[in-house]
């Protein structure tokens, strides 16, 4: 028998279309549960066993395991929303989530889209484009070009007022990618073409700006919850714990900040989220820089999803995100005002990847022999494994998401430490013997880290084994 949420009935969304797979669509699919809405999972030839395949209340297959011809396929999940009859279709992260064009099919489809309208994707996925709604919103922006730097000359005067070093950003960039970093006028000079080039290859435009790099800042996002009239921010999460610009390890809330610089941050990300509009769950990201002491931060980019570490946030504050999504989505106003949402202890999350540490981080799908998962007051975890399961080479390698929370931050580590220690994963290789030995690490424990600081840490790491 269904557990739902008997106080709530939907009002638009009765059967709910996941166009994802892994850990993020049982998210969802709990989710909808709760709410008493039906789910139908979609999949591709390599998780027809998966878990979301399993648990969701229909399935539908739509291709073949190249995401391209599946998860990334918007004729397919299209045709399997009107087949199944959904009233919506939630996208998760990554794959079409921040599509605009898809969101736009949604809707011209006569279907709800749960997260953001079209344009509102559109506009805060240009980079560019997002800048310029924060400058008109009144939050700082780390110093760079206004806009899309068409040509080496632009970017060379550019570069003259902001000074170096700098990066070179993809304008349509995500997940770390379509950034590189330049020391001086010769280094512009040779990678400005190199990376519009790269630009247009990645993500089919090849639109860049240039930003001013702090090599020691940290990197902290807002979450924001918004009705399309209202909007608030759930506090920051920081996430500056980074291997190749990709997130490992992140916690709620930032060891960084003060009450007053948190508040304004905060509160910064919440009016942009007012400004544009926003509906749904959403990220505001920012470099926060103590570097001369100013506790300064700066907006660089707009998340217009869940996020991968939306758990922590979660357990801080005590809302279910994946679930008011839903909510609003079903055309319910935001249920909460700023004042409700309070800070309570400090939680933490490791992102288990299938990746072999001994070969370079080199990908390691295979069958999962062995698993065996912590538990105890205040453990989660994410996942999409199970005792035989196989992971596939075809996509992300996220494993599993483990979360703890306690009431101070020291007491989150002490309990991440042991919820590590009880982890069994045999079959694939993982990160897991790194999150242990971060969990220990007395500069971690101190809150004393940056966006390079892991990339440091890790060679340091290497030349100790030689």
């Known amino acids: 028998m269904s557990v ?13 279309l996941v166009a994802n797979r892994g850990e993020i669509a049982l998210r969802v699919i709990r989710a909808a549960r709760e709410l008493g809405m039906r789910s139908v999972a979609v999949y591709s030839d390599a998780d027809r066993d998966a878990l979301a395949t399993r648990m969701a209340d229909e399935a539908v297959h739509i291709g073949p395991a190249h995401a391209t011809r599946s998860y990334l396929n918007v004729d397919a999940v299209l045709k399997a929303a009107r087949e199944t009859g959904v009233q919506a279709v939630h996208p998760g992260y990554g794959f079409l989530s921040e599509n605009a064009a898809f969101a ?12 953001p309208d079209a344009e509102t994707i559109r506009k805060m996925g240009d980079k560019a484009a997002a800048r310029a709604c924060a400058l008109a919103a009144g939050v700082p922006t780390v110093p760079g070009s206004a806009g899309v730097v068409s040509s080496l000359d632009e970017a060379l005067t550019h570069a003259g007022g902001m000074g170096y070093p700098l990066m070179i950003k993809a304008a349509a960039g995500g997940g770390g990618r379509g950034i590189r970093v330049v020391q001086d006028e010769a280094e512009l000079r040779a990678q400005m073409p190199q990376a519009q080039a790269e630009a247009q290859a990645a993500f089919g435009y ?38 190749r610009r990709q997130k490992v390890f992140e916690e709620a809330p930032s060891p960084a900040l003060d009450a007053a610089t948190r508040q304004r941050l905060c509160e910064s990300a919440a009016q942009l989220a007012r400004s544009v509009g926003y509906r749904g769950a959403g990220t505001l990201e920012f470099l926060y820089d103590d570097s001369r002491g100013a506790h300064d931060f700066y907006f660089i980019e707009m998340n217009t999803r869940i996020q991968v570490e939306h758990p922590i946030t979660e357990a801080v504050t005590g809302v279910d995100l994946v679930r008011e999504m839903l909510r609003i989505a079903d055309g319910e106003p935001l ?26 981080f080199a990908p390691s799908p295979g069958r999962v022999d062995q698993l065996r998962w912590p538990g105890g007051p205040g453990v989660r975890v994410d996942s ?4 035989g399961c196989t992971v596939s080479p075809y996509y992300d390698s996220l494993l599993a998401k483990l979360i703890v929370w306690d009431e101070d931050r020291g007491a989150a580590l002490a309990r991440l430490s042991r919820a590590l220690d009880e982890v069994e994963l045999d079959g694939v290789h993982s990160t897991l013997a790194l999150h242990r030995a971060l969990a220990q690490d007395p500069e971690v424990a101190a809150g004393n880290y940056h966006t390079n600081w892991l990339e440091a840490w890790m060679r340091a790491e290497r030349e100790e084994q030689r």
């Open 384 to 387: 999409m494994l199970y005792p």
């Open 335 to 360: 249920r909460w005002r700023q004042q409700d949402i309070s800070l309570r202890g400090a939680a933490i999350e490791c992102r288990l990847n299938a990746e072999d540490p001994q070969r370079n």
């Open 206 to 243: 090849g639109g860049v700006y240039l930003e001013r790099y702090l090599p020691r800042a940290r990197h902290i996002e807002v979450q924001v919850l918004g009705d399309g009239k209202n909007a608030i921010h759930l506090y920051e999460r920081e996430c500056s714990l980074q291997r």
């Open 4 to 16: 739902i949420d008997s106080s709530y009935r939907p009002r638009r969304i009765h059967k709910l």
């Open 104 to 115: 736009q099919a949604v809707s011209d489809a006569g279907l709800i889209f749960v997260g």
